[in-house]
């Protein structure tokens, strides 16, 4: 282990730098994103916890609806880990630059192989564990839980990432090993429909449709005997969810049974993944390595077309169109949208709201409205995976950008239109299909649509912006630099401005509807009060166009290359 930790030096140093403040170096920063992730942080705390205090009320079968809910939560956790894992171990056991200076080292083999699968392992849990933790607070406060629970956290939760971050990168070295080195790029298209089968897999495992269905059972009694059934006995997620329940009801022994499976199986995958990459690993390193220089000989002779748009601009675009389909990692995951997509709509699709005891009106216009949230916040995670390191995939080669006959700003914006447009559409695939699923009115259609071609120019641009004021031109992947403190940022802004334009529509959009519905005129006050509301939208989003582009450059103009 200490070749291990001394290959994790460069990775652990930077960590331990964001803990101490060095003499000279303004703090400000540092608590700023602290104290917005501390906000983000108990926000989802506070609503987890009063939906349980809510649900966990219902007579009867409110342990049980909770107890279901949990099982979900962890099958949910372990299928995001592992779809994480999947793109994280790629990246960082096969694609990553410094891979040719650590294997020249000399040390093993299976030295190597552990390190970077500890990098890839975190780099891929710590954002879902992040989310997840105020969930599991919550149900220990609402159930009253001892000391013990909160300690037996790790022990639920640490062998469930590594059993996910091992099976990713069992099946990434499989399939890097079995597919011809000539045809990288097929590799990137199986990863795309594995991650759609297996998150349209697990989706419908959940069956969420049930808990609100109980007609669908023959009796009372099967319908309880469902919500006490365990899914699937032999998933790890089970374990980690048998072993937090046990805890919650007080029961030590049963915790700590399911604790030694997780664990065990934890064990026993390392050993075996081990074993697998000493003989497998270096061999599909090498054939990745050759893949890639054939690719990118394949494309460097090709003589470079006049663009749609003249002079150094048109140029600027061609460069990024090609830059972006040539990079593997980047174009790859177009498959792994696509397959999100399917699944957002076919949740819509599910929805037994003609067995609601609300209205089927009020209820499919109040889902349409939370819909809009929904689709932003999936705008948000895509930005983040696109547009925010659009700046620092230039790596190296960004003194050309300073070199060309295009200024920064000139720049930044035709990096926002590049992104823009995509973007744009899949909003508007998504918020059109799921109002059409749920037959919202018209005025609901178009509020929603509207609202989203305001949110996506906000949020691209504070994701281009705040992405060149904070590049890492140093980055492995893209998937690192996310990671960052700017990237940290950029989806806290982009949630608060998401959830302040959705507050302020509120408002006026509940009275434009039940005045519809029960068939009075608007007042004066309404009209005033709408007004002020969407000024105050238009406002947000015209801050959130300009002020990060500014700033973006600004920064960008300072910075030393």
Request: hydrophobic residues 55%.
């Amino acid at each position: 282990m200490k070749t291990v930790l001394l290959l994790l030096t460069p990775r652990i140093r930077p960590v331990k730098r964001l803990f101490f403040i060095r003499k000279g170096r303004r703090p400000f920063r540092f608590f700023a994103l602290g104290g917005i992730g501390a906000i983000f942080w108990a926000g989802i705390f506070s609503v987890s916890l009063r939906v349980l205090r809510y649900i966990r009320g219902i007579e009867e079968v409110g342990d049980l609806v909770a107890a279901k809910l949990l099982s979900m939560l962890m099958i949910t956790v372990f299928s995001l880990l592992i779809f994480s894992a999947v793109l994280t171990s790629l990246s960082r056991l096969y694609l990553s630059k410094d891979l040719p200076l650590v294997c020249s080292l000399p040390v093993k083999r299976h030295q190597v192989f552990t390190a970077r699968w500890l990098e890839s392992a975190f780099d891929s849990a710590w954002m879902v564990m992040l989310y997840t933790l105020p969930v599991l607070i919550a149900y220990g406060i609402v159930y009253d839980a001892s000391a013990g629970y909160y300690a037996f956290m790790p022990l639920a939760l640490i062998p469930l990432i590594a059993t996910a971050s091992g099976i990713g990168a069992l099946l990434v070295m499989a399939a890097v090993l079995v597919l011809p080195a000539g045809r990288i790029r097929t590799l990137f298209v199986f990863f795309g429909l594995f991650a759609f089968i297996a998150l349209y897999m697990a989706f419908r495992l959940l069956r969420p449709e049930r808990l609100v269905d109980p007609e669908a059972f023959s009796t009372v009694l099967v319908y309880i005997n469902t919500l006490k059934s365990p899914d699937l006995p032999f998933l790890p997620s089970t374990w980690a969810y048998e072993g937090l329940r046990a805890l919650l009801t007080g029961d030590l022994v049963q915790g700590l049974f399911a604790a030694a499976l997780s664990w065990s199986a934890a064990g026993t995958l390392f050993c075996g993944m081990v074993l697998a990459a000493h003989r497998i690993y270096f061999s599909g390193l090498s054939r990745t390595r050759s893949a890639r220089a054939r690719l990118f000989s394949a494309s460097r002779d090709r003589p470079l077309k006049e663009g749609v748009l003249p002079g150094p601009v048109g140029a600027l675009v061609g460069k990024e169109v090609r830059t972006f389909f040539r990079d593997q990692t980047q174009w790859s995951q177009i498959f792994l949208i696509a397959a999100l997509v399917v699944i957002y709509i076919y949740n819509f699709k599910v929805l037994p709201l003609e067995r609601s005891p609300l209205p089927t009106l009020y209820l499919q216009n109040l889902l349409a409205f939370l819909n809009m949230g929904l689709v932003a916040f999936v705008l948000i995670a895509v930005a983040a995976r696109f547009a925010y390191p659009a700046v620092s995939l230039e790596k190296e080669a960004f003194w050309l950008i300073r070199a060309c006959p295009v200024g920064i700003r000139t720049y930044l914006w035709v990096k926002f239109f590049i992104y823009f447009i995509p973007l744009l559409v899949l909003s508007g695939v998504l918020i059109v299909g799921t109002n059409v699923l749920l037959k919202v009115t018209p005025l609901m259609m178009a509020v929603s649509t509207a609202t989203l071609c305001l949110l996506v120019p906000g949020v691209v641009c504070l994701g281009i912006g705040i992405g060149a004021a904070h590049p890492d031109f140093a980055c492995q992947n893209p998937a690192q630099s996310v990671s960052s403190g700017g990237g940290l940022l950029f989806m806290m802004l982009g949630a608060l401005f998401v959830g302040a334009v959705i507050l302020l529509e509120a408002g006026p959009v509940y009275r434009f509807f039940m005045a519809r519905v029960k068939g009075h005129a608007l007042f004066l006050s309404d009209w005033i009060y709408a007004g002020l509301c969407f000024s105050g939208v238009f406002l947000l989003t015209a801050l959130a166009v300009t002020m990060p582009m500014r700033y973006g450059e600004k920064r960008l103009v300072q910075k030393d290359i």
